[in-house]
T-cell receptor
């Protein structure tokens, strides 16, 4: 158990809909990362938040957005869903950079999104 | 980011030592080499990280030659539960915080009885 929790575990929805995925980082971790894993694209970095602020963007679509709240949990919002958005979405967290000795991220169990 | 190349798949038997090599010819001076393990339908898990020479922890060893253009993850005495995908990542560790990780295709390691 990494200490990172994600809800829901599974989500099935239709094209054109909007969903919200939730992530709670490990206690004390300030950074939250979102990744998408699909069969054809592999594991891709989407976006990173640090202590409530957006820090880095990866291959995140404009239809997707995220935020990190004062209690450090994060939400990933996916809108105008398409069939190709079906994937596993992982959240990861890491600690205070001042205290880090290596680039280690702790991944949650993921949310499996199926768009029909 | 330095591009990494690793075998698509490997197989071995229980009790054997398994070595997975990763090529990263364009590694930069500030880049570290990190390996993650992923089981089906689970998030990746950090295994080991190194900069040069040899690093060993309770689960694996990482060998990095002097030119740092490749690295080898060594798993001693594997068991069936080591069947997983192993990712080699190369990137700069910046003391200001960890960045988004760039995963390649990984190596599918299959351990047989």
């Amino acid at each position: 158990d990494s200490g990172v929790t994600q809800t829901p575990k599974h989500l099935i929805t239709a094209t054109g809909q909007r969903v919200t995925l939730r992530c709670s980082p490990r206690s004390g971790d300030l950074s939250v990362y979102w990744y998408q894993q699909s069969l054809d694209q592999g594991l891709q970095f989407l976006i990173q938040y640090y202590n409530g602020e957006e820090r880095a963007k990866g291959n995140i679509l404009e239809r997707f957005s995220a935020q990190q709240f004062p209690d450090l949990h994060s939400e990933l919002n996916l809108s105008s869903l398409e069939l190709g958005d079906s994937a596993l979405y992982f959240c990861a967290s890491s600690g205070d950079p001042a205290g880090q000795s290596r680039n280690e991220q702790f991944f949650g169990p993921g949310t499996r999104l199926t768009v029909l | 980011l330095a591009k990494t190349t690793q075998p698509i798949s490997m197989d071995s038997y229980e009790g054997q030592e398994v070595n997975i090599t990763c090529s990263h010819n364009n590694i930069a001076t500030n880049d570290y080499i990190t390996w993650y393990q992923q089981f089906p339908s689970q998030g990746p898990r950090f295994i080991i990280q190194g900069y040069k020479t040899k690093v060993t922890n309770e689960v694996a060893s990482l060998f990095i030659p002097a030119d740092r253009k490749s690295s080898t993850l060594s798993l001693p005495r594997v068991s069936l539960s080591d069947t997983a995908v192993y990712y080699c990542l190369v990137g700069e560790y910046r003391g200001g915080g960890a960045d988004g990780l760039t995963f390649g295709k990984g190596t599918h390691l299959i351990i047989q009885p």
